[in-house]
C-alpha cells in the first residue's frame, strides 16, 4: 500500500511539473510571438480649425490581452495657432518591447478675414464735393493685416443724386473670402459751374510715338488727361508711357484688349472677356486698377448691330454692374473723321464744341497715325486755359457723359 501511495504522489508532481512546464513554455512563446498593440481613438487622420484648440482623442494599448494604455507616451507637436500638417507619435516600452503608432493632424484655416468700415456702411456725402472713400480695415486670423489686399469695387458720381454701393473684398491666403458692402447716398443738387471743364481723353493708344508727344504737351502745361488703352503687348516703352501718365496724376481708362469690332460685340461674354483681360493687365504691369472704360465706338454705335443684335442695351449695364464707370464724349475732335485730319480743323472743331457751362469731355486719339493730334493739343490747352476752363482727369466720382444707346 506505501509503495502505490509513493509512486501516485511521484505521479502528481510530474503531471503538475509538466503541466507547469507547458504553461511555462505557452509563456515563453506568447511573450516571444507578441507584441504591444496600440489602437488610436478617432480618426487616423484629422482636421482641426485654427485656434479652435486640439484634443487629444488618445489611444489605448494591450500586449496579450492585457491592457498597457497607462504605459502610452504622447509626443505632439500639434500647433493649433498655425496652419500646418502635424504628427502626434504614440508609443508604449512594455516587458522590453516597443510599438508605436502616427496621427496626422491637420490645422486648417476657414476663417475669412474680418473687415472693417471705416466710418461705417452708410456715408451721405453732397454733390459736386469730392468723395474720398474711407476705406477699410482688414485683418485675418492667419495672415495679419490684409489691408493691403482688398479690392473695391463700384463708383460714385457726386454729380447725380442717389445711392451707390462700394464693393470690398479681400481674401487670405487659404482662399476664405470676405466681402462688404458700403452705400454711398449724394445729396443734393451739384454747383452750377462758375467756369468750365475740359476732360481731355485719348483713346486707342498707348503709341511711342504720339503718346510721347502728348504726355510732353500735358506736363509742360501741368494738365492730365485721360487715356483709354488698347493691348499695348508687352512693350516695356509702352509701359513706361503710361506708369508716366498715372504719375503726371492722368487717368488710365480701358478702352479693349482688342478694338476689333467683330469679336468684341461677338456677345456679351467676348466683350466682358476683353475688358477684364485689358483691366488685369493694367493691374499686373501698373498696379492700377482702372475704374473708367469707353465702349470702342462709343455706347451708340451702330456697327456692332452686325455682330449682335441689342448687345449695347445690355453692355451698358453689364460694365456698370461689374464696377466700370463707362464715359463717351460731348465734344468731338474730328481727329477720327479721316487720316491726318489737318491740326487746325481739330483746334477749331474743339473750340466749337467746348461750352463753359458743361463738363466738356473731349474724344481724341493717340494712335501711331494720329500725328496731327499730338500738334493741334498746344493750342486747344492754350486757348481752353486763357477762356478760363479747367482740366482734370477722370476720378471714380467724375460727371458721365452717356450716349444715347442705338443697338
Ligand atoms: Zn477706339
Redesign the pocket.
Known amino acids: 500500500m506505501k509503495d502505490r501511495q509513493k509512486k501516485s504522489k511521484g505521479l502528481k508532481i510530474l503531471i503538475v511539473f509538466l503541466i507547469l512546464l507547458v504553461f511555462a513554455g505557452g509563456a515563453f512563446a506568447l511573450y516571444m510571438y507578441t507584441t504591444p498593440q496600440i489602437s488610436l481613438q478617432g480618426d487616423k487622420v484629422m482636421e482641426v480649425t485654427m485656434k479652435n484648440g486640439y484634443e487629444e482623442p488618445g489611444a489605448t494599448a494591450s500586449f496579450a490581452f492585457h491592457d498597457i494604455s497607462s504605459h502610452i507616451d504622447i509626443d505632439s507637436q500639434v500647433d493649433d495657432s498655425c496652419v500646418g500638417s502635424y504628427k502626434v507619435i504614440y508609443t508604449v516600452h512594455y516587458l522590453e518591447k516597443t510599438a508605436t503608432a502616427e496621427r496626422t493632424v491637420n490645422v486648417v484655416d476657414k476663417e475669412p478675414p474680418e473687415m472693417t468700415l471705416l466710418k461705417g456702411d452708410h456715408l451721405t456725402v453732397f454733390a459736386s464735393e469730392v468723395f474720398e472713400d474711407p476705406g477699410v480695415k482688414a485683418i485675418d486670423d492667419s495672415d495679419g493685416d490684409v489691408t493691403w489686399n482688398v479690392k473695391a469695387k463700384g463708383y460714385v458720381d457726386m454729380y447725380n443724386k442717389g445711392d451707390y454701393e462700394i464693393e470690398y473684398k479681400v481674401s487670405d491666403s487659404y482662399g476664405n473670402e470676405a466681402i462688404a458692402y458700403r452705400t454711398v447716398t449724394v445729396k443734393g443738387e451739384p454747383n452750377k459751374l462758375k467756369k468750365g471743364v475740359i476732360y481731355l481723353t485719348f483713346?486707342?493708344g498707348p503709341s511711342n510715338k504720339v503718346t510721347k508727344k502728348i504726355l510732353k504737351t500735358l506736363e509742360k502745361y501741368k494738365v492730365p488727361a485721360t487715356f483709354?488703352v488698347?493691348d499695348y503687348g508687352d512693350d516695356p516703352k509702352k509701359i513706361a508711357l503710361m506708369q508716366r501718365a498715372l504719375d503726371d496724376g492722368c487717368a488710365i481708362g480701358v478702352?479693349g484688349y482688342s478694338?476689333d469690332y467683330s469679336k468684341i460685340y461677338k456677345s456679351p461674354e467676348a466683350f466682358m472677356e476683353n475688358v477684364t483681360k485689358l483691366h488685369d493687365k493694367l493691374l499686373e504691369d501698373l498696379g492700377y486698377d482702372a475704374f473708367a472704360m469707353r465702349f470702342?465706338?462709343g455706347s451708340s454705335n451702330t456697327v456692332s448691330i452686325s455682330y449682335c443684335k441689342g448687345i449695347m442695351t445690355d453692355l451698358v449695364k453689364l460694365v456698370q454692374k461689374e464696377g466700370y464707370m463707362y464715359n463717351d464724349w460731348n465734344v468731338d475732335s474730328t481727329d477720327a473723321s479721316a487720316n491726318s485730319v489737318p491740326a487746325k480743323r481739330i483746334i477749331a472743331s474743339v473750340k466749337a464744341g467746348c461750352d463753359p457751362e458743361k463738363y466738356n469731355i473731349i474724344l481724341m486719339?493717340d494712335s501711331d497715325a494720329k500725328e496731327t493730334t499730338a500738334e493741334a493739343l498746344p493750342a486747344i490747352i492754350k486757348w481752353a486755359k486763357k477762356e478760363g476752363y479747367e482740366f482734370r482727369a477722370m476720378t471714380p466720382a467724375c460727371p458721365t457723359y452717356h450716349h444715347k444707346v442705338n443697338n
Open positions: 483713346d486707342d483709354f488698347i478702352h478694338h470702342p465706338g486719339h
